[in-house]
């Protein structure tokens, strides 16, 4: 309706607004939006089912244009079937879409192999990975990446060496134990806040990063160079991550019917004092 084409409204929904890799990448689509003179409708899903679903019905009864959504949506064919019969289009960041759709693109597959392969280097065999419960396609990827490698090196990383739990530093806090049970020399956490809660679980249980133990996470956040030793980790560009998926989705609300895109953006390793060389 004309209302709706006036609104020039993103509804952006991201899972949990309190780690700083979403703040960034909100940072990145705000930017972007304004400079294009549209509103960033902001949520976060927090993880859950319903209100990633009351978030998307609400966006569309506030005429939203087009969204973003960057949670790891549950019920896909629910939202997909809201916002196509309203004919608002959407991008997925983070998981598989259901249709062909424009896509940004970050290779977490090579991020994991980039991991493994330092890991490697630096002599560290037995190796626990903590990761999400609930993972999206892009965390499930880099663990991909990451198993193959030490597999192409002839090194068995068993079920046992993988534990799951709340994305989030409590979450990661909380598998101490259960990593120490394993007793790695290094820990892969699939993101930092993981790590940086692991951090906290590891000094409490008296042991020494990287003398005692290595971890390595995954987004370089703002808190992994401040944090003692600064955390050695994988760059992702959430920034450009969220200015190129704006980007996208206002070219897609404004020419409905070009081809679809895909933006691919790098990654690297950020080698900084977490990891320890043994033997
Ligand atoms: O830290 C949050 C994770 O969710 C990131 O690694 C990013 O890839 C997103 O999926």
Known sequence: S???????????????????????????????????????????????????????????????????????????????????????PYMLIDQAPIHKSDMVDVNNYHGGELLAEYLIKNGHTRVVIVTASKPTRNMKERLQGFLDTYQEHQIVINSEQIIETELTKKGGYETTEAVLANKPTAIFAINDELAIGLYRGLGESGLSIPDDISIVGYDDIDLSEYVTP?????????????????????????????????????????ERDSVRKIN
């Open 2 to 88: 004309l209302i709706r084409k006036s609104g020039k409204t993103i509804g952006v929904l991201v899972p949990n607004i309190n780690n700083p890799f979403f703040s960034r990448f909100l940072r990145g689509i705000e930017d972007e939006a304004i400079k294009a003179d549209y509103v960033p409708l902001i949520f976060g899903s927090n993880n859950n089912k319903q209100l990633e679903s009351r978030y998307v019905f609400e966006s569309v009864k506030r005429a939203a244009d087009g969204m973003i959504i960057a949670s790891a949506v549950s019920d896909l064919g629910y939202i997909d079937n809201v916002l196509s019969q309203n004919q608002i």
């Open 230 to 270: 600064k955390l050695t980790t994988v760059h992702q560009p959430a920034f450009e991550m969220g200015t190129n998926a704006a980007k996208l989705i206002i070219n897609r609300i404004e020419n409905e019917k070009i081809e679809n895109q895909k933006i691919a953006l790098p990654i690297s390793l950020v």
